[in-house]
């Protein structure tokens, strides 16, 4: 568990004025000192393989509460956060959400977990009512499906669908060019890899209409030894790969993969690899990967990215990851949505916040918008590029054109009975 301490004077300091009658010539300065603080609950995975997913998602947000509290926090209650380990399990992060709430007195939830664990975390919250901001699942239907709306949960995670038009879109031009006929896929097998991999052949086949997949595999989540996939996709012969592995999954494929020459053979489109926490632990990465943006400071191309990239440098000695900007942007809106609605009240936070925009570091445009349908963000700064071994990692970022994003992801939610 981490908390932060609240800025000021202490308790035992407190303690020690009243008792000595000094509380009474500075009522007004010892009653903000004593504004009861506000616990917001964060469970993460913290241990393990993606231990990093929690570390970098925890980072970020405390970089943010300090600044939201050094403004006076969220009308006038400083954050106090109340950080738990879920070890990537789907049932402890249920329970620990639930005991944040119930025995921990948490008002409002940022849920940093993966896919696996964030519909768990989501039941609990449609169960208490307690405000909840998804910040990594990216898995489609947490959002777009009806069936998952409740109106105290929103999601600051970009989703698959945005990344798999864009990308498709962009692979597709490529597979055109290059004569890029047969494809195999690979993703871990849980809902985001399901889920992604579908809507990104979806938008491939749409764009190329002539590309085949040849083969699918499916490893599982954390998986230790992927000697029997890249077997089984040498084997298949293909032109083009698919994957979209992440985190300690992702460079522990690309660092077994390397043994067997894999990339040399085929090109390759990894949706998750232009992130630092990719980019800076494969031990060979192999140049020319092409990869959706996650997090890099180049891209946007702004000096408000670039800046708030170097500032979380140069707080935890190394560079932000995607988990960090999502989860920094959940705080963000949960300090302009108290600012507009004038309370910390996990209610009226809600009601603000549905159709907010806000300006943004990783804003497309300099500005990110709380979809109100959906409760979902967009307007993100999205695209696709191919990497190198060393910085800036992805020198020339293809960038996605929203207006065609949700003109697509409208027609796809209405294939898929969510419109």
């Given at each position: 568990?981490?908390?932060t301490?609240?800025?000021?004077?202490?308790?035992?300091?407190?303690?020690?004025?009243?008792?000595?009658?000094?509380?009474?010539f500075?009522?007004?300065?010892?009653?903000?000192?004593?504004?009861?603080?506000?616990?917001?609950?964060m469970?993460?995975i913290?241990s393990?393989?993606?231990a990093?997913?929690?570390?970098?998602?925890?980072?970020?947000?405390?970089?943010?509460?300090?600044?939201?509290?050094?403004?006076?926090?969220?009308?006038?209650?400083?954050?106090?956060?109340?950080?738990?380990?879920?070890?990537g399990?789907?049932?402890?992060?249920?329970?620990?959400?639930?005991?944040?709430?119930?025995?921990d007195?948490?008002?409002?939830?940022?849920?940093?977990?993966a896919?696996?664990?964030?519909?768990?975390?989501?039941?609990?919250?449609?169960?208490?009512?307690?405000?909840?901001?998804?910040?990594?699942?990216?898995?489609?239907?947490?959002?777009?499906?009806?069936k998952?709306?409740?109106?105290?949960?929103?999601?600051?995670?970009?989703q698959?669908?945005?990344?798999?038009?864009?990308?498709?879109?962009y692979?597709?031009?490529?597979?055109k060019?290059?004569?890029?006929?047969?494809?195999?896929?690979?993703?871990?097998?849980?809902?985001?890899?399901?889920?992604?991999?579908?809507?990104?052949?979806?938008?491939?086949?749409?764009?190329?209409?002539?590309?085949?997949?040849?083969?699918?595999?499916?490893?599982?989540?954390?998986?230790?030894?992927?000697?029997?996939?890249v077997?089984?996709i040498?084997?298949?012969?293909?032109?083009?790969?698919?994957?979209?592995l992440w985190?300690?999954?992702?460079?522990?494929?690309?660092?077994?993969?390397?043994?067997?020459a894999?990339?040399?053979?085929?090109?390759?489109?990894?949706?998750?690899?232009?992130d630092y926490?990719?980019?800076t632990?494969?031990?060979?990465?192999?140049?020319?990967?092409?990869s959706?943006?996650?997090?890099?400071?180049?891209?946007?191309a702004?000096?408000e990215?670039?800046?708030?990239?170097?500032?979380?440098?140069?707080?935890?000695?190394?560079?932000?990851?995607?988990?960090?900007?999502?989860?920094?942007?959940?705080?963000?809106?949960?300090?302009e949505?108290?600012?507009?609605?004038n309370?910390?009240d996990?209610?009226?936070?809600?009601?603000?916040?549905?159709g907010?925009?806000?300006?943004?570091?990783?804003?497309?445009?300099?500005?990110?918008?709380?979809?109100?349908?959906?409760?979902?963000?967009?307007?993100?700064?999205?695209?696709?590029g191919?990497?190198i071994?060393?910085?800036?990692?992805v020198?020339?970022?293809?960038p996605?054109?929203?207006?065609t994003?949700?003109?697509?992801?409208a027609?796809?939610?209405?294939?898929k009975?969510?419109?």
């Amino acid at each position: 568990m981490q908390r932060t301490r609240k800025p000021g004077i202490s308790r035992r300091a407190t303690l020690a004025l009243m008792g000595t009658g000094a509380v009474t010539f500075a009522t007004p300065w010892v009653a903000r000192a004593q504004a009861k603080t506000i616990k917001v609950g964060m469970p993460t995975i913290l241990s393990g393989r993606v231990a990093q997913l929690g570390t970098s998602s925890r980072n970020a947000v405390m970089l943010e509460v300090e600044k939201v509290n050094a403004a006076g926090g969220l009308a006038g209650r400083q954050i106090e956060m109340v950080i738990r380990d879920s070890k990537g399990a789907p049932q402890e992060a249920a329970r620990v959400a639930r005991e944040l709430v119930n025995t921990d007195g948490c008002e409002l939830l940022i849920d940093a977990e993966a896919s696996s664990g964030a519909f768990a975390v989501h039941e609990v919250a449609r169960d208490l009512g307690v405000f909840c901001i998804h910040t990594n699942s990216e898995t489609s239907a947490l959002t777009a499906d009806p069936k998952q709306h409740i109106p105290n949960a929103f999601r600051t995670a970009r989703q698959g669908v945005h990344d798999s038009i864009v990308g498709g879109s962009y692979a597709a031009a490529i597979a055109k060019t290059k004569g890029l006929k047969k494809w195999a896929t690979c993703a871990p097998d849980y809902a985001y890899g399901r889920d992604t991999t579908g809507e990104f052949t979806l938008y491939l086949k749409r764009f190329a209409p002539d590309v085949e997949i040849i083969s699918e595999s499916w490893p599982k989540l954390f998986q230790p030894d992927y000697t029997e996939v890249v077997t089984k996709i040498l084997q298949a012969k293909p032109q083009a790969l698919y994957t979209c592995l992440w985190g300690g999954d992702l460079t522990s494929y690309i660092d077994q993969a390397n043994i067997y020459a894999m990339f040399s053979q085929m090109e390759v489109f990894a949706v998750n690899m232009a992130d630092y926490t990719a980019l800076t632990v494969v031990k060979n990465l192999p140049k020319g990967i092409h990869s959706g943006n996650r997090y890099i400071k180049t891209y946007p191309a702004t000096a408000e990215n670039a800046a708030w990239g170097d500032a979380y440098k140069a707080k935890y000695n190394e560079y932000p990851t995607n988990w960090s900007w999502e989860n920094a942007t959940a705080v963000m809106l949960i300090a302009e949505a108290s600012k507009k609605a004038n309370s910390a009240d996990g209610k009226k936070i809600a009601e603000a916040m549905r159709g907010l925009t806000i300006k943004s570091p990783f804003g497309a445009d300099g500005t990110v918008t709380m979809r109100a349908e959906d409760q979902t963000l967009i307007g993100y700064a999205i695209g696709w590029g191919t990497t190198i071994p060393q910085e800036p990692y992805v020198p020339d970022v293809k960038p996605g054109d929203w207006k065609t994003i949700l003109e697509l992801e409208a027609e796809w939610k209405k294939s898929k009975g969510y419109a």
